[in-house]
């Protein structure tokens, strides 16, 4: 089956760095690529849709410049949490689709800033 | 009121069970559903996709009612391993994006 892979899986840093997360589709080339955010006992919430060769498109509340997403290629996507506070702490998840194809998941960064 | 609605349980059944689970979409124009299965501090896998005429995979059943807009999942025989949060899943076709249910929690007990 399709795999999307995710790294790093866990990141643990001061308040004030910035971090980047991979999220890359290793068996097929992905037309599109999703970020998420998953607080503790709740559901994930899309943070932005991602297009190779086009810029992000952010959810409502979602701040762009504090979430920079590259997609640099149909495999592709980074997402780097600027500056990131302890309310940043949290669940981070890519997904990978093409054609009518569901989103496969990566594994998943959790994020924890002290 | 969320877009997708699940019972957030926990629901703690016996192993051999048959349990099912419900779900409310309140968009109309949603055209996909999927069941994922998460377990505690993973990612999100596929269960199934959901189809009109209804579908099955196993001991998965799945339901899709546009009338009423809900979904429903049905799991036969419990064992232990399908113990994990159940999520369901709407998407809107053209944008491809997921809106997600806050996932029923089951527990499968020996």
């Known amino acids: 089956g399709a795999v999307v892979s995710q790294h790093p899986s866990r990141v643990i840093c001061k308040s004030g760095t910035s971090v980047k997360i991979e999220c890359r589709s290793l068996d097929f080339q992905a037309t599109t690529m999703f970020w998420y955010r998953q607080f503790p006992k709740q559901s994930l919430m899309l943070m932005a849709t991602?297009?190779?060769?086009?810029?992000?498109?952010?959810e409502q509340g979602v701040e762009k410049d504090k979430f920079l997403i590259n997609h640099a290629s149909l495999t592709l996507s980074t997402l780097t949490v600027t500056s990131a506070h302890p309310e940043d702490s949290s669940f981070y998840i890519c997904?990978?689709?093409?054609?009518?194809?569901?989103?496969?998941f990566g594994d998943g960064t959790r994020l924890s800033i002290l | 009121r969320k877009e997708v609605e699940q019972d957030p349980g926990p629901f703690n059944v016996p192993e051999g069970a048959t349990v099912a689970f419900n779900c409310t979409y309140s968009n109309s124009a949603s055209q996909s559903f999927f069941w994922y299965r998460q377990d505690c501090r993973k990612e999100p896998k596929l269960l199934m996709s959901v189809y009109s005429s209804g579908n099955e995979d196993g001991r998965f059943t799945a339901q899709l009612n546009r009338a009423s807009q809900y979904i429903s999942l049905l799991i036969r025989d419990s064992k232990l391993s399908d113990s994990a949060t159940y999520l369901c899943v709407s998407s809107t076709s053209g944008t491809y994006k997921y809106i997600f249910g806050t996932g029923t929690r089951l527990k499968v007990l020996a």
């Open positions: 991602s297009n190779e060769g086009s810029k992000a498109t952010y």
């Open positions: 997904s990978a689709r093409t054609g009518s194809q569901p989103q496969h």
